[in-house]
């Protein structure tokens, strides 16, 4: 298999780029490496895989139209679009520029499977897009119109247009919601990674709310063993929630994080943010059922491979 992926040097993508690699696939990566975090960080992340010769990166941002056609031949057998403007409170502050990347350029990289003809494309959506539905877990049937941060939106639009793609041009789409994944190379914006060095530095960490939302972390790991899955079974139109259906609230994932540590937290409290949901928790048996997913590791032992990977990390630099 021949396979494009989007946002190929960021924390998921990298990770299945190996996967795929290790298995003898050839994978086109594209990433713009945009200063939303450190791009030194994501060259990081993707400098393995550029080892190896069935690796092809190209560096050019997912809304040029022009860039894509030329990294995108005519060879391609299927599209994981990873590539996205990430995080829930940024987008509050550049709602415009969400909408532009996450859904302009989801229509760029349809645009062109509907050209080439290719027949598998895998789209990252996003638990947040179920807003703060009160029914739990959460299913794939439950209604989504109610996003309650323009980055929620535009993953809600993305799965929209997708289905429009695979109902006019018979693509198979298959539109996978995440549920805060977390492990090696997690960006360092997110809870568990800013959490840990926060901790590991004895700084203060910022916890907004009281400490009872709770979260579905999901491990790298199982969620990649579930893009593959999904990858090779890619055909008509499809959701699957990726998530470990065990979550945890953010005061006990603090007290989790202190025992991988061995370190007390010193906890700054916060009033809630806006866009912030109240809890995700995923119902996984639709993926389980047909794609053989089957998420296996335990918070406690997730975070000890993250807090060993941040400190052998740091050591190296």
Known sequence: MKAVITGAAGFIGSHLTERLLETGHTVVGIDSFDTFYNPQIKRRNIAPALRNPNFHLVEADIRDQAAMERAIGDDIDAIVHLAARAGVRPSIEQPALYSDVNINGTVVLLEIARARRIKKFVFAS??????????????????VDFPISPYAATKKAGELICHTYHHLYDIGMTCLRFFTVYGPRQRPDLAIHKFARLIDAGEPIPVFGDGTMRRDFTYIDDIINGVVAAIDRCAGYNIYNLGESRPICVRDLVAEIEKALGKKAIRSHLPTQPGDVDQTYA??????????????????????????WLRDNDARR
């Open 126 to 143: 996003s638990s947040s897009v179920y807003g703060n539905n009160k029914k739990v877990p959460f299913s794939e049937s439950d209604n």
């Open 283 to 308: 119902d996984v048996a639709k993926a389980q059922r047909e794609l053989g997913y089957d998420p296996a590791t335990h918070i406690a032992t997730g975070l000890a491979r993250f807090v060993a």
